[in-house]
């Protein structure tokens, strides 16, 4: 099955992504983690220099940089990653038990 950049463009979710390379995938995990494989998937492609490559080389380099932002989240969570601003900021009205009584 060929594939292309402009079909590429007009996937939406996580599983079509990973269906249009031809990964196989947890059903489940997806649902749980797909927010943070799409944004871990975008940092990595955000990484490769695609300039002097073709068409089937970005494609085979985005498919390998999913496969790997996939697999991220079997070794780490969302909280070790840490993508989204939500999980990097600390909470400014929060007191850690760790804290209570220290002085």
Known sequence: M?????????????E?????FGLSYDPHFVSVNRLHILKK?????????????????V??????????????FNDSTPLDEKLFKVLKDKAQNVVLLSEIGAE
């Open 2 to 14: 060929s594939r292309t950049l402009a079909e590429l463009e007009r996937l939406v979710d996580a």
């Open 59 to 72: 494609l085979d380099r985005y498919e390998v940089a999913l496969q790997q932002a996939y697999n991220t």
């Open 16 to 20: 079509e992504y990973l269906q249009f």
């Open 41 to 57: 998937f975008s940092n990595f492609i955000k990484s490769i220099d695609t300039s002097t490559l073709s068409e089937e080389e």
